[in-house]
């Protein structure tokens, strides 16, 4: 099991930064790609960043060059760098760890969410 703990949500102006943390614990070792996901409402849920145990990285198009995710392995802790944020990045955001076996099953294991709310 692995355990997913967010922090760093909030409401932030159109135009600010935000940074958010995703503390991992458990079979972490057992962990192939971790990311970021949100769902914004009457929307589904969408991949936003996404980073693989030897460090490549993978964004959705409506984040590329203002949203950074990376990791701090010493703290078992991903972050996802946020700026330039538009009110259209408003939804709660999800931390994901996902483990794959042989056969190519995924399983993933998701945080409890953090509300991101852009507005004036």
């Known amino acids: 099991q692995v355990q997913l703990v967010e922090s760093g949500g909030g409401l932030v102006q159109p135009g600010g930064s935000l940074r958010l943390s995703c503390a991992a614990s458990?079979?972490?070792?057992?962990?192939?790609?971790m990311g970021w996901y949100r769902q914004a409402p009457g929307k589904e849920r969408e991949l936003v960043a996404a980073?693989?145990?030897?460090?490549?990285?993978n964004y959705a198009d409506s984040v590329k060059g203002r949203f950074t995710i990376s990791r701090d392995n010493a703290k078992n802790t991903v972050y996802l760098q946020m700026s330039s944020l538009k009110p259209e990045d408003t939804a709660v955001y999800y931390c994901?760890?996902?483990?794959?076996?042989?056969?190519?099953?995924?399983?993933?294991?998701w945080g409890q969410g953090t509300q991101v709310t852009v507005s004036s």
């Open positions: 994901n760890a996902a483990r794959y076996y042989i056969g190519g099953t995924r399983v993933d294991y």
């Open positions: 458990g079979s972490i070792f057992s962990i192939n790609v």
């Open positions: 980073i693989t145990n030897p460090g490549s990285t």
